[in-house]
C-alpha cells in the first residue's frame, strides 16, 4: 500500500480500540519473569558455552602478539576467538569500527577476542590469561583540543550539514539585541537495564541469533556482510529487548562474537558484554560544542539565528547534528546551521534517544531564555512570538503538516501555573531552598519509514499478526494488537503479537521515534487487504463492508469473521510505503516543558519539584504507555542536566566512570512529580493512522528547562552541562549561592 496522499476516514478513526488506554499485553509475562530474553534462550539452544570477551588494554596501535597458551590450558576453555583464526571478516555498514579488532585497534577496550568455556566463571577467568603484546599510538581524544581540526562531514540520514538563507551576519550586526553565547554537552551513555547479550547457534550453513536488537532486518544485513554469507543464511530473534535507546539499533559485539565462537567449539554459545565494558565497547552519545547567536527586535522577535556544532567521532563516523531543530522550530529570515566533526579515537559515537535534538535544545532553548530575559520578554510569550507555520528555512510553499506548538506552550503553561513564576531570579526562598521555574519547548522531527506485517485470522476468529518490529520496552506489542483489532473489529484480547523474528515480514524497526506510527501503519496495511479478502469471501463489496464484533457485515448482511477464515484461516501480507508528503510538508512533534527546582543556598544541591509537559505528537495510539514513555524521556532529560557524564581520560582515551556505580541516572525519587498532558492532534499527511512519533519528543528540552528553573532560583547562567554542584558553588557569591 502506498501512502501519498493525505488520509481521509477510515477504520481507525472509530477510535473503540486505538486511542484508548490499554494495559500492556506483553505486561503479565515480564512481571512474571517469563518473557524469554536474549540471553534466557536455552529453551532454543540448550546447554550453550559461555563467552567472555578480552577488550583492548589502549586505544590507538596495533597488536604485536597475542599468546593464548595459558587461556587455553585454563580448566573449561573450549576455544578463543582472534582475528588470527576467525577467518575473513567485513565491517557492517552499521559499525564505525570493526567489532573484532586486530592487529589495528581502533578504540579502548574494542573486542580483540573472545574466551569461551564451559561456564562464565571459567570464561572469564581464562579470559585475564591472555596475554596481548601492544604497540601504542598517540591518540586524540579531546574534543576541545581538537575543535580547530574539524572538518564538514557528508550529509547524513539526507540531512546536509550546512544550511544558509538570507544574511545572517548582516542581520545579527544590526539587531537591536544580541546573544552570543556557546553551551557544551558531555558524552553519554544509553545505561539500558539488559545489556547487548546474544545466543549464537549453527545448523550448518545456517546461523540463528537469539540477540537483543532494535532493527532486525538491519541487523541480518551486516551480520551476513560481515561474516560474508548469505542473509538467508542469517535468523535475527529479538521478541523482547530490556531498553536500547539507540544502542541497540546495530549489531555490537556480542552478536558477531557469539557466531565466530559458536562456529568453533561446535554448540552454541552465548555472549553479553560485561556492564564496564558497554560504555567503551559500544556506542554512546557524543559530547559537543554548541555556539548559539540570535538577533532580534526589542520585542524579542528573531530575524537572525545561527547554531554552530562541533562533535567528535572515529574515522568514517557521523557528527551529532545538534542544529536540527534549529532549522525548523522559530521565525527568522536569516539563517545558518553549520556542524563540524573532529576524527576522535574514543569508542563509537551514534544515535542516542533523540539524537541531535536531545543535546541541540540543551543549548538553543538555554539561549532563548537568555533572549527572553535581555528583551524583558516571558519565556513563554517570546516562543508564542517566534512561532512559524512553515518551514524556515524553505518558505510558506513547504507548510507544516500540522504544528501545534503555541497550544502546547499555553496549555501547558496554564496547567504548571507558569503565571506564579517570578520572572527575577533568586527571588523565591522555601526555608534553606531558593525555587526556581523555567521551561522549554520541545521539537523531534517526524520520520516514517516503510514497514510490512502479515496478518491471519484461524476459524475460531482468532487474529495473529507476524511482523519483525521489535518492542524495547515501548509498548509496541499492545498498540499493535490495538491496530488489528480496530481494523478487524474484535476485541483486543482475541489478538495475538508475534514480533522480533527475521522470519516475519521486514518492519521500520525501533528506532528514530519511527516505530510506532510506520508499524502500526504496515498492520493497518497488511489488515486492509486480509479486509479485502474476507469481503470476497464473503460475496461484499471491500468498500462497502464493515468489521465489528467479530462479524464481517454489509448492510442487514453479516458473517462471522471465524467462518470466513475457515478451517485452513486465511492470511494476508502488504507493507505501507510512503511518497513525497514528507517532502512538500514539514512534519515534526512539538512540545512545551515546564521545571521547578529547588537549589539549597549553602551546598547547592539541586531538587526537582515537580516537572511539567505538554505535547502535540498526532493521534496517541495508547494514552497509558505513550505517557509512559514520556515520563521516562523527561527523566532521561532531567539526568543530562544535572548528572549524566562520561568522564574521558584525555591521556589514555577511554571513559573512567564505565559502570552503574559511577556513571549516575536519576531515579524515581529524583523527580516527585511529573505531569503529562497531551494536546489533541490528528496528522492526516502522517499515516493512516494519523499519528506520529512520541517516544523520543519528551526528552527533547527537558534538560533545559532544568537549566532554565536553575537560574530563575538562583540567578547563576551554567552553560556547561551537566549543571553538578561544584559548577554552581564556582559561580556563588561566598558561601551562599544568591
Given at each position: 500500500?502506498?501512502?501519498?496522499?493525505?488520509?481521509?476516514?477510515?477504520?481507525?478513526d472509530?477510535?473503540?480500540?486505538?486511542?484508548?488506554?490499554?494495559?500492556?499485553?506483553?505486561?503479565?509475562?515480564?512481571?512474571?519473569?517469563?518473557?524469554?530474553?536474549?540471553?534466557?534462550?536455552?529453551?532454543?539452544?540448550?546447554?550453550?558455552?559461555?563467552?567472555?570477551i578480552?577488550?583492548?588494554?589502549?586505544?590507538?596501535?596495533?597488536?604485536?602478539?597475542?599468546?593464548?597458551?595459558?587461556?587455553?590450558?585454563?580448566?573449561?576453555?573450549l576455544?578463543?576467538?582472534?582475528?588470527?583464526?576467525?577467518?575473513?571478516?567485513?565491517?557492517?555498514?552499521?559499525?564505525?569500527?570493526?567489532?573484532?579488532?586486530?592487529?589495528?585497534?581502533?578504540?579502548?577496550?574494542?573486542?580483540?577476542?573472545?574466551v569461551?568455556?564451559d561456564?562464565l566463571?571459567?570464561a572469564?577467568?581464562?579470559a585475564?590469561?591472555?596475554?596481548?603484546?601492544?604497540?601504542?599510538?598517540?591518540?586524540?581524544?579531546?574534543?576541545?583540543?581538537?575543535?580547530?581540526?574539524?572538518?564538514?562531514?557528508?550529509?547524513?540520514f539526507?540531512?546536509?550539514?550546512?544550511?544558509?538563507?538570507?544574511?545572517f551576519?548582516?542581520?545579527?550586526?544590526?539587531?537591536?539585541?544580541?546573544?552570543?553565547?556557546?553551551?557544551?554537552?558531555?558524552?553519554q551513555?544509553?545505561?539500558?537495564?539488559?545489556?547487548?547479550?546474544?545466543?549464537?547457534?549453527?545448523?550448518?550453513?545456517?546461523?540463528?541469533?537469539?540477540?537483543?536488537?532494535?532493527?532486525?532486518?538491519?541487523g541480518?544485513?551486516?551480520?551476513?556482510?560481515?561474516?560474508?554469507?548469505?542473509?538467508?543464511?542469517?535468523?535475527?530473534?529479538?521478541?523482547?529487548?530490556?531498553?536500547?535507546?539507540?544502542?541497540?539499533?546495530?549489531?555490537?559485539?556480542?552478536?558477531?562474537?557469539?557466531?565466530?565462537?559458536?562456529?568453533?567449539?561446535?554448540?552454541?554459545?552465548?555472549?553479553?558484554?560485561?556492564?564496564?565494558?558497554?560504555?567503551?565497547?559500544?556506542t554512546?552519545?557524543?559530547?559537543?560544542?554548541?555556539?548559539?547567536?540570535?538577533?532580534?527586535?526589542?520585542?524579542?522577535?528573531?530575524?537572525?539565528?545561527?547554531?554552530?556544532?562541533?562533535?567528535?567521532?572515529?574515522?568514517?563516523?557521523?557528527?551529532?547534528?545538534?542544529?536540527?531543530?534549529?532549522?525548523?522550530?522559530?521565525?527568522?529570515?536569516n539563517?545558518?546551521?553549520?556542524?563540524?566533526?573532529?576524527?576522535?579515537?574514543?569508542?563509537?559515537?551514534?544515535?542516542?534517544?533523540?539524537?541531535?535534538?536531545?543535546?541541540?535544545?540543551?543549548?538553543?532553548?538555554?539561549?532563548?531564555?537568555?533572549?527572553?530575559?535581555?528583551?524583558?520578554?516571558?519565556?513563554?510569550?517570546?516562543?508564542?512570538?517566534?512561532?512559524?507555520?512553515?518551514?524556515?528555512?524553505?518558505?510558506?510553499?513547504r507548510?507544516?503538516?500540522?504544528?501545534?506548538?503555541?497550544?502546547?506552550?499555553?496549555?501547558?503553561?496554564?496547567?504548571?501555573?507558569?503565571?506564579?513564576?517570578?520572572?527575577?531570579?533568586?527571588?523565591?526562598?522555601?526555608?534553606?531552598?531558593?525555587?526556581?521555574?523555567?521551561?522549554?519547548?520541545?521539537?523531534?522531527?517526524?520520520?516514517?519509514?516503510?514497514?510490512?506485517?502479515?496478518?491471519?485470522?484461524?476459524?475460531?476468529?482468532?487474529?495473529?499478526?507476524?511482523?519483525?518490529?521489535?518492542?524495547?520496552?515501548?509498548?509496541?506489542?499492545?498498540?499493535?494488537?490495538?491496530?488489528?483489532?480496530?481494523?478487524?473489529?474484535?476485541?483486543?484480547?482475541?489478538?495475538?503479537?508475534?514480533?522480533?523474528?527475521?522470519?516475519?515480514?521486514?518492519?521500520?524497526?525501533?528506532?528514530?521515534?519511527?516505530?510506532?506510527?510506520?508499524?502500526?501503519?504496515?498492520?493497518?496495511?497488511?489488515?486492509?487487504?486480509?479486509?479485502?479478502?474476507?469481503?470476497?469471501?464473503?460475496?461484499?463489496?471491500?468498500?462497502?463492508?464493515?468489521?465489528?464484533d467479530?462479524?464481517?457485515?454489509?448492510?442487514?448482511?453479516?458473517?462471522?469473521?471465524?467462518?470466513?477464515?475457515?478451517?485452513?484461516?486465511?492470511?494476508?501480507?502488504?507493507?505501507?510505503?510512503?511518497?513525497?508528503?514528507?517532502?512538500?510538508?514539514?512534519?515534526?512533534t512539538?512540545?512545551?516543558?515546564?521545571?521547578?527546582v529547588g537549589?539549597?543556598?549553602?551546598?547547592?544541591?539541586?531538587?526537582?519539584?515537580?516537572?511539567?509537559?505538554?505535547?502535540?505528537?498526532?493521534?496517541?495510539?495508547?494514552?497509558?504507555s505513550?505517557?509512559?514513555?514520556?515520563?521516562?524521556?523527561?527523566?532521561?532529560?532531567?539526568?543530562?542536566?544535572?548528572?549524566?557524564?562520561?568522564?574521558?581520560?584525555?591521556?589514555?582515551?577511554?571513559?573512567?566512570?564505565?559502570d552503574?556505580?559511577?556513571?549516575?541516572?536519576?531515579?524515581?525519587?529524583?523527580?516527585?512529580?511529573?505531569?503529562?498532558?497531551?494536546?489533541?492532534?490528528?496528522?492526516?499527511?502522517?499515516?493512516?493512522?494519523?499519528?506520529?512519533?512520541?517516544?523520543?519528543?519528551?526528552?527533547?528540552g527537558?534538560?533545559?528547562?532544568?537549566?532554565?528553573?536553575?537560574?530563575?532560583?538562583?540567578?547563576?547562567?551554567?552553560?556547561?552541562?551537566?549543571?553538578?554542584?561544584?559548577?554552581?558553588?564556582?559561580?556563588?557569591?561566598?558561601?551562599?549561592?544568591?
Open positions: 500500500m502506498k501512502f501519498d496522499t493525505p488520509a481521509t476516514t477510515n477504520p481507525i472509530r477510535g473503540r480500540v486505538v486511542g484508548i488506554p490499554h494495559d500492556r499485553i506483553d505486561g503479565a509475562a515480564k512481571v512474571t519473569g517469563t518473557a524469554p530474553y536474549a540471553y534466557e534462550r536455552h529453551d532454543a539452544a540448550p546447554k550453550p558455552a559461555y563467552g567472555w578480552v577488550g583492548s588494554a589502549i586505544a590507538s596501535g596495533t597488536i604485536r602478539s597475542i599468546d593464548l597458551k595459558a587461556a587455553e590450558a585454563a580448566p573449561g576453555v576455544g578463543i576467538v582472534t582475528y588470527e583464526n576467525a577467518g575473513p571478516l567485513e565491517k557492517g555498514d552499521f559499525n564505525t569500527a570493526r567489532l573484532l579488532g586486530g592487529p589495528k585497534v581502533e578504540h579502548y577496550e574494542q573486542a580483540v577476542a573472545l569461551v568455556a561456564t566463571e571459567n572469564r577467568d581464562a585475564k590469561l591472555v596475554q596481548i603484546d601492544y604497540a601504542p599510538a598517540t591518540g586524540r581524544f579531546d574534543l576541545a583540543g581538537e575543535r580547530a581540526n574539524a572538518v564538514k562531514p557528508k550529509a547524513s539526507g540531512s546536509e550539514p550546512d544550511t544558509s538563507v538570507g544574511d551576519d548582516g542581520a545579527f550586526a544590526k539587531a537591536a539585541v544580541k546573544v552570543d553565547q556557546t553551551y557544551t554537552t558531555p558524552d551513555s544509553h545505561a539500558m537495564m539488559e545489556p547487548h547479550a546474544t545466543i549464537a547457534a549453527w545448523n550448518g550453513d545456517m546461523l540463528t541469533l537469539w540477540t537483543a536488537n532494535q532493527m532486525v532486518a538491519w541480518v544485513g551486516d551480520v551476513a556482510k560481515t561474516l560474508k554469507i548469505k542473509k538467508e543464511n542469517v535468523r535475527i530473534v529479538s521478541p523482547y529487548i530490556g531498553g536500547g535507546f539507540g544502542s541497540k539499533l546495530f549489531v555490537r559485539a556480542d552478536a558477531l562474537l557469539a557466531a565466530l565462537g559458536a562456529r568453533q567449539v561446535g554448540r552454541p554459545v552465548k555472549v553479553a558484554i560485561a556492564r564496564p565494558q558497554i560504555p567503551n565497547n559500544t554512546h552519545r557524543p559530547a559537543t560544542i554548541q555556539r548559539i547567536r540570535l538577533g532580534a527586535d526589542r520585542n524579542g522577535v528573531i530575524d537572525a539565528i545561527a547554531h554552530d556544532v562541533w562533535s567528535g567521532d572515529l574515522p568514517g563516523g557521523g557528527p551529532e547534528t545538534a542544529a536540527q531543530q534549529t532549522r525548523l522550530l522559530y521565525r527568522g529570515a539563517r545558518i546551521t553549520t556542524h563540524r566533526l573532529a576524527t576522535l579515537d574514543l569508542p563509537e559515537g551514534n544515535a542516542m534517544r533523540a539524537p541531535g535534538e536531545a543535546v541541540g535544545l540543551l543549548a538553543l532553548e538555554v539561549a532563548m531564555d537568555e533572549l527572553a530575559e535581555a528583551c524583558g520578554v516571558d519565556p513563554v510569550e517570546l516562543r508564542i512570538r517566534n512561532d512559524v507555520q512553515f518551514d524556515p528555512e524553505a518558505g510558506p510553499q507548510p507544516f503538516s500540522s504544528r501545534k506548538l503555541v497550544e502546547c506552550l499555553r496549555q501547558g503553561a496554564d496547567r504548571f501555573g507558569w503565571n506564579r513564576r517570578n520572572p527575577k531570579p533568586g527571588q523565591v526562598r522555601d526555608g534553606r531552598w531558593l525555587v526556581g521555574m523555567g521551561m522549554a519547548s520541545a521539537f523531534r522531527n517526524n520520520l516514517v519509514q516503510t514497514s510490512g506485517a502479515r496478518v491471519g485470522v484461524d476459524a475460531e476468529g482468532r487474529v495473529t499478526v507476524e511482523t519483525d518490529m521489535t518492542d524495547i520496552g515501548t509498548g509496541t506489542y499492545t498498540i499493535i494488537g490495538q491496530t488489528a483489532a480496530e481494523m478487524l473489529g474484535v476485541p483486543l484480547e482475541a489478538v495475538t503479537v508475534k514480533l522480533g523474528d527475521s522470519r516475519f515480514p521486514v518492519s521500520a524497526g525501533s528506532g528514530g521515534q519511527w516505530g510506532a506510527n510506520s508499524s502500526t501503519a504496515g498492520v493497518y496495511a497488511a489488515c486492509m487487504a486480509l479486509r479485502a479478502k474476507l469481503a470476497e469471501k464473503a460475496g461484499f463489496a471491500a468498500d462497502q463492508t464493515d468489521f465489528e467479530g462479524l464481517v457485515k454489509q448492510g442487514n448482511r453479516s458473517q462471522k469473521l471465524g467462518a470466513l477464515a475457515g478451517r485452513e484461516g486465511l492470511w494476508a501480507e502488504d507493507k505501507m510505503e510512503y511518497g513525497d508528503l514528507e517532502k512538500r510538508y514539514a512534519q515534526a512539538f512540545g512545551a516543558h515546564f521545571c521547578e537549589v539549597d543556598v549553602d551546598t547547592a544541591e539541586v531538587r526537582i519539584r515537580r516537572m511539567g509537559g505538554a505535547f502535540a505528537a498526532g493521534r496517541i495510539l495508547n494514552p497509558k505513550a505517557r509512559s514513555q514520556v515520563i521516562g524521556a523527561m527523566t532521561m532529560g532531567a539526568g543530562a542536566a544535572l548528572m549524566e557524564e562520561l568522564v574521558v581520560d584525555t591521556r589514555f582515551g577511554f571513559f573512567v566512570n564505565h552503574m556505580a559511577e556513571y549516575q541516572v536519576p531515579v524515581h525519587a529524583d523527580i516527585p512529580q511529573q505531569d503529562v498532558l497531551f494536546v489533541d492532534e490528528l496528522d492526516d499527511k502522517s499515516s493512516p493512522m494519523k499519528a506520529k512519533g512520541v517516544g523520543e519528543l519528551g526528552i527533547c527537558a534538560g533545559a528547562a532544568v537549566a532554565n528553573a536553575i537560574y530563575n532560583a538562583t540567578g547563576v547562567r551554567l552553560r556547561d552541562y551537566p549543571l553538578t554542584i561544584d559548577k554552581l558553588l564556582r559561580h556563588a557569591d561566598g558561601t551562599a549561592i544568591a
